[in-house]
């Protein structure tokens, strides 16, 4: 059965450290990934996401990500974090060919200490 | 543009009581998905609709159900509501159809709490 799994609840990180939150999935066919968004009493956001073609995805605000097949992996990464980065940070998968339903990971606090 | 929006945003009920909630996709987008949202967990997929119908369904029961009107608007209704049905409701909208995925755009979501 398809799953997502993210390790890490909270990730505390001082400002202007780098940061990386993980995310494993599981599925036995070609998956799309994404990682969202969501900062205090907003909804989710699309930060970035990989469809085809390089394995190395990157949104506008210095977050990037890299698909790893073999370890079925979509780490998130960002080489130096802001206070304003504090959020919740989500990575879904949806199966190619399934009817675009994403499955999500629990979520991953992240914890900006200045 | 707007974005999809929600309503109500926060909804207080008790056990065995019905709910609708609403949603609006942004313009032009054809399909409308629900998510329920317990605190502290990712969303978990209910629905999405498209050109007004089903086109997949999760793991929640038949006293969850929903329907897309010809504006593509769209409400979710749950029947004889439980304390654990406590949560927050997104609704997110794309603009479907087949092909390459999609994005979806989220509203800000309907918290429901249960008594």
């Known amino acids: 059965a398809q799953s997502v799994t993210q390790l890490d609840s909270q990730v505390p990180v001082f400002e202007e450290a780098p940061v990386e939150l993980r995310c494993n999935y599981s599925?036995?066919?070609?998956?799309?990934l994404f990682w969202y968004v969501q900062y205090p009493n907003q909804g989710l956001q699309l930060l970035l996401k990989?469809?085809?073609?390089s394995t190395l995805v990157e949104s506008i605000n210095g977050f990037e990500a890299e698909f790893n097949k073999s370890q079925t992996s979509f780490h998130l990464r960002k080489p130096s974090v802001h206070i304003s980065d504090t959020a919740e940070y989500f990575c879904?998968?949806?199966?190619?060919?399934?009817?675009?339903?994403?499955?999500w990971g629990a979520g991953t606090k992240l914890i900006i200490k200045p | 543009d707007a974005g999809v929006t929600q309503s109500p945003t926060h909804l207080i009920k008790t056990r065995g009581q019905h709910v609708t909630l609403r949603c609006s996709p942004i313009s032009g987008h054809k399909s409308v998905s629900w998510y329920q949202q317990v605190l502290g967990q990712g969303p978990q997929f209910i629905f999405q609709y498209y050109e007004k119908e089903e086109r997949g369904r999760g793991n929640f029961p038949d006293r969850f159900s929903a329907r897309q009107f010809p504006n593509y608007s769209s409400e979710l209704n749950v029947n004889a509501l439980l304390l654990g049905d406590s949560a927050l409701y997104l609704c997110a909208s794309s603009w479907g159809g087949g092909g390459s995925y999609n994005e979806q755009f989220f509203g800000p979501g309907t918290r429901l709490t249960v008594l």
């Open positions: 879904a998968v949806s199966e190619v060919d399934s009817n675009y339903q994403l499955i």
């Open positions: 599925s036995s066919v070609s998956v799309y």
């Open positions: 990989y469809l085809s073609g």
